[in-house]
């Protein structure tokens, strides 16, 4: 079955920055394009970035993180990465990646980011 | 970006009884040629992270419990929970593939009543 396990989460300074992995099992990775989704303490969830299968090439972001996240993928190692910039107290939430089949079939547990002083 | 409304935000409901939780899309999520929704069921229960329940509107995944069932087209949408169970509090979430901007409903709380 497929596992996903996030890692990378911490307290950061608003400026600051992150990266954020996904070590996944259980499956062909390179074969399925990834997502990363976020959920803010006590709110619902909000999509952020998705990386299409194999080589990566496409990449697709939400308006609110759109020049400051990276997402990337290293098929060698079935790990999904998501590189965070210019980190603001609003990205403070648990980050899920999860596996996109069109729809999000396989999620990991999560990785808390916050970001404060 | 489309907009996914969900109603009521609250819900309670005795155990036995039916659970119907709607949600409505700001543009048709229909594709269609082929008729498809491009719309999904997300189950979260405290602490965990979200489960798929429903896909293309009305296919169950794997493994769900047949009291769950979705139906609607083009921006109407409905997940029923036909016999509510103490283990589908939860909160319900409805979310949208036809964009490359995917979205979420804002969530629909379940309790017992």
């Known amino acids: 079955e497929a596992q996903l396990l996030e890692s990378g989460g911490d307290l950061v300074q608003p400026g600051g920055s992150l990266r954020l992995s996904c070590a996944a099992s259980g499956f062909t990775f390179s074969s399925y394009a990834m997502t990363w989704v976020r959920q803010a303490p006590g709110k619902g969830l909000e999509w952020v970035s998705g990386?299409?299968?194999?080589?990566?090439?496409?990449?697709y972001y939400a308006d609110s993180v759109k020049g400051r996240f990276t997402i990337s993928r290293d098929n060698s190692q079935n790990i999904l990465y998501l590189q965070m910039n210019s980190l603001r107290a609003e990205d403070t939430a648990v980050y899920y990646c999860?596996?996109?089949?069109?729809?999000?079939?396989?999620w990991g547990q999560g990785t808390l980011v916050t970001v404060s002083s | 970006d489309i907009v996914m409304t969900q109603s009521p935000d609250s819900l309670a409901v005795s155990l036995g009884e039916r659970a119907t939780i709607n949600c409505k899309s700001s543009?048709?999520?229909?594709?269609?040629?082929?008729?498809?929704?491009?719309l999904a069921w997300y189950q979260q229960k405290p602490g965990q992270p979200p489960k798929l329940l429903i896909y293309w509107a009305s296919a169950r995944e794997s493994g769900v419990p047949d009291r769950f069932s979705g139906s609607g087209s083009g921006t109407d949408f409905t997940l029923t929970i036909s016999s509510l169970q103490a283990e589908d509090v939860a909160v319900y979430y409805c979310q949208q593939y036809y964009s490359t901007s995917i979205t979420f409903g804002q969530g629909t709380r379940l309790e017992i009543k």
């Open positions: 999860a596996r996109d089949a069109k729809v999000f079939d396989y």
């Open positions: 990386i299409i299968s194999g080589g990566g090439a496409n990449t």
């Open positions: 543009q048709s999520v229909s594709y269609s040629p082929s008729t498809k929704n491009y």
